[in-house]
């Protein structure tokens, strides 16, 4: 009798990819309450989680998430400049040296000493990947609150744009220079904390 094929064992890179986008549902959606599209009632997942896209994944030793951010090249499309250009004062900024961070996700199970720890290993990350290729500077979209903490983690960060009212949300486009000194301003607020981290690719979920 012939026995079944067995699927090829997931790889690290698959199981933090799966891991990530769980963590988004956990996070956007039952938390959250984003109106985004869900695969399979477990994972979120958009129009641009592409091929195209990068996630820098933070795991615990035993490959749980605990924080992770999507990356997405300006040259084309990305969420500023194809659905919130009207906070940007002037162009939207984009270029090879230009990233934008989206899905800035914290494992919601975490304590809240955990989850500050976890918060400044993803930053540091951003940092550490931006001075490792080259990238020179991020945008993003955040709510005030939000904004308010990523302009005190002591990076160059600025306001694109006055504050303004989105739908529901109150949103501002924001714009961060990395450069050399950038680990040391954030060494200097207490943030900086380099961890090992995961660059996936993504190529979808099997």
Same mark, same amino acid.
């Given at each position: 009798?012939?026995?079944?094929?067995q $699927? &090829?064992?997931?790889?690290?890179?698959?199981?933090?990819?799966?891991?990530?986008?769980e963590?988004?549902?956990?996070?956007?959606?039952?938390?959250?309450?984003?109106?985004?599209?869900?695969?399979?009632?477990?994972? @979120?997942?958009? /129009?641009f989680? %592409?091929?195209? &896209?990068?996630?820098?994944?933070?795991?615990?030793?035993?490959?749980?998430?605990? #924080?992770?951010?999507?990356?997405?090249? %300006?040259?084309?499309?990305?969420?500023?400049?194809?659905?919130?250009? /009207?906070?940007?004062?002037?162009p939207?900024?984009?270029?090879?040296?230009?990233?934008?961070?989206?899905?800035?996700?914290?494992?919601?199970?975490?304590?809240?000493?955990?989850?500050? @720890?976890?918060?400044?290993?993803?930053?540091? #990350?951003?940092?550490d990947?931006a001075?490792?290729?080259?990238?020179? @500077?991020?945008?993003?979209v955040?709510? $005030?609150?939000?904004?308010? /903490?990523?302009?005190?983690?002591?990076?160059?960060?600025? &306001?694109?744009?006055?504050?303004?009212?989105?739908?529901?949300?109150?949103?501002?486009?924001?714009?961060?220079?990395i450069? #050399?000194? %950038?680990?040391? #301003?954030?060494?200097? %607020?207490?943030?900086?904390?380099?961890?090992?981290?995961?660059l996936?690719?993504?190529?979808g979920?099997?």
């Amino acid at each position: 009798m012939l026995s079944s094929p067995q $699927p &090829a064992p997931l790889s690290r890179n698959d199981l933090a990819l799966r891991a990530m986008f769980e963590a988004r549902k956990r996070v956007f959606v039952d938390l959250l309450k984003w109106q985004v599209p869900v695969l399979d009632g477990r994972f @979120e997942l958009d /129009q641009f989680d %592409t091929p195209d &896209a990068e996630y820098l994944i933070l795991t615990d030793a035993a490959g749980n998430h605990r #924080a992770s951010a999507r990356l997405l090249r %300006t040259e084309g499309s990305h969420i500023l400049a194809d659905l919130f250009s /009207q906070l940007c004062d002037g162009p939207v900024p984009s270029g090879p040296t230009c990233r934008e961070i989206t899905r800035f996700c914290l494992e919601p199970g975490l304590s809240a000493r955990d989850r500050r @720890e976890a918060r400044n290993q993803l930053v540091s #990350a951003l940092a550490d990947h931006a001075l490792r290729c080259g990238i020179t @500077e991020y945008t993003g979209v955040a709510s $005030p609150g939000w904004f308010g /903490q990523i302009t005190e983690f002591g990076w160059d960060c600025r &306001a694109l744009g006055e504050m303004r009212q989105v739908g529901n949300h109150r949103l501002v486009a924001l714009h961060i220079r990395i450069d #050399a000194l %950038t680990p040391g #301003a954030l060494t200097a %607020t207490g943030i900086y904390r380099p961890a090992t981290f995961d660059l996936v690719t993504a190529g979808g979920i099997q």
